[in-house]
T-cell receptor
Framework: AQRVTQPEKLLSVFKGAPVELKCNYS??????LFWYVQYSRQRLQLLLR??SRESIKGFTADLNKGETSFHLKKPFAQEEDSAMYYC???????????FGTGTRLQVFP | EPEVTQTPSHQVTQMGQEVILRCVPI?????FYWYRQILGQKVEFLVS????????KSEIFDDQFSVERPDGSNFTLKIRSTKLEDSAMYFC????????????FGDGTRLSIL
């Protein structure tokens, strides 16, 4: 069955520390993965997608098919990065997005 | 920047009553979606809609649920006879293309069933 796993409910770091939010997926097809972010009192919004291979707000994520992972990384966390982060898997030939349970990132000053 | 808008932001309804959640997708988008998030759980896909018909639905989307695009701008989710377990945050989303294109989400409607 298709599944997205985000093992950490909460990740707390100090400003300037590196951050890695973990995401693993289970899918028999060719995966298409996204990271969505929800800042406090704001809507869910796209942060990045694996096919773009771009860095947004200093975040990057690499698809590792061997480890079935799509971890989100940032070398130096900022306080404004504090938010809820959701990893999502798009199922090919459908319009369906499968979300993980989310990880709350807290960046302390 | 254009946004998906949802009304109301909070809906309180007695169990067994019908409820309609409203969404105005981004104007040039063609694909529309509803998701729900029960408190403390993950965001779950309910249904996708394209070309005036449901293109995909999950097992959650049973006969109690229906969607409609009554005019050129609104996209509604109706729950015919609400149950306590329908209490959740309901998110509408839209995209200009289907498949893996990024979806733009609304702020959500918090539905509380008493």
């Amino acid at each position: 069955a298709q599944r997205v796993t985000q093992p950490e409910k909460l990740l707390s770091v100090f400003k300037g520390a590196p951050v890695e939010l973990k995401c693993n997926y289970s899918y028999s097809g060719s995966p298409e993965l996204f990271w969505y972010v929800q800042y406090s009192r704001q809507r869910l919004q796209l942060l990045l997608r694996h096919i773009s291979r771009e860095s947004i707000k200093g975040f990057t994520a690499d698809l590792n098919k061997g480890e079935t992972s799509f971890h989100l990384k940032k070398p130096f966390a900022q306080e404004e990065d504090s938010a809820m982060y959701y990893c999502a898997l798009h199922l090919r030939n459908t319009d369906k997005l499968i979300f993980g349970t989310g990880t709350r990132l807290q960046v302390f000053p | 920047e254009p946004e998906v808008t949802q009304t109301p932001s909070h809906q309180v309804t007695q169990m067994g009553q019908e409820v309609i959640l409203r969404c105005v997708p981004i104007s040039n988008h063609l694909y529309f979606y509803w998701y729900r998030q029960i408190l403390g759980q993950k965001v779950e896909f309910l249904v996708s809609f394209y070309n005036n018909e449901i293109s995909e639905k999950s097992e959650i989307f049973d006969d109690q649920f229906s969607v409609e695009r009554p005019d050129g701008s609104n996209f509604t989710l109706k729950i015919r006879s609400t149950k306590l377990e329908d209490s959740a945050m309901y998110f509408c989303a839209s995209s200009d293309e289907g498949g893996g294109q990024p979806q733009h989400f609304g702020d959500g409607t918090r539905l509380s069933i008493l």
